[in-house]
T-cell receptor
């Protein structure tokens, strides 16, 4: 079982629709959760982070965390073609000497104009 | 505020050759990370520094990879000798707090 799992996609949604991206993680001791966006040929950039159960909203983006079920999701409202990218879920868990970040393989999102 | 700097941006070498990558983190960021990202996969942590000490290098292939962070600022990652499977993008990231990471542009390595 991978430590952080994501559906590789591609996920295709029409412009203006809601895109829903999901991520599950295996370590119950995981403490913080991140969504990064990565355009083709570029490096990851942070979109959102979430630490507590529930929803966190930032503009068109909403992150949802359910620690009991060990999943994190990202909703993108009013999807735009510019949102087409790979979305990486990342999880921080404690380790010897500090924390460790584990990335999922990413979900490719296509937003059709 | 300047971002994370990396060089070179691209490198092509023959297998069994050596290569080194350089990273300069954002000023004031104590934590520095090196990741390997193979096409179609997520970044894999190779090594994590806190100032100039190693926090985690459990996934660093130590028979061929080495990294150092002198004076707790710049860092270099070396591969010697390179193998075909080392072809990847090598990403450097830094953070002030133990969470939000900022990535550099990466170095794309091709091993022929």
């Amino acid at each position: 079982q991978k430590e952080v799992e994501q559906n590789s996609g591609p996920l295709s949604v029409p412009e203006g629709a809601i895109a829903s991206l999901n991520c599950t993680y295996s370590d119950r001791g995981s403490q913080s959760f991140f969504w990064y966006r990565q355009y083709s040929g570029k490096s990851p950039e942070l979109i959102m982070f979430i630490y507590s159960n529930g929803d966190k909203e930032d503009g068109r983006f909403t992150a949802q965390l359910n620690k009991a079920s060990q999943y994190v999701s990202l909703l993108i409202r009013d999807s735009q073609p510019s949102d087409s990218a790979t979305y990486l879920c990342a999880v921080n868990k404690g380790g010897t000497g500090g924390f460790k970040t584990i990335f999922g393989a990413g979900t490719r999102l296509f937003v059709k104009a | 505020e300047a971002g994370v700097a990396q060089s070179p941006r691209y490198k092509i070498i023959e297998k069994r050759q050596s290569v080194a990558f350089w990273c300069n983190p954002i000023s004031g960021h104590a934590t520095l990370y090196w990741y390997q990202q193979i096409l179609g996969q997520g970044p894999k942590l190779l090594i994590q520094f806190q100032n100039n000490g190693v926090v985690d290098d459990s996934q660093l292939p130590k028979d061929r990879f080495s990294a150092e962070r002198l004076k707790g600022v710049d860092s270099t990652l070396k591969i010697q000798p390179a193998k075909l499977e080392d072809s990847a993008v090598y990403l450097c990231a830094s953070s002030r707090e133990p969470d939000t990471q900022y990535f550099g542009p990466g170095t794309r390595l091709t091993v022929l």
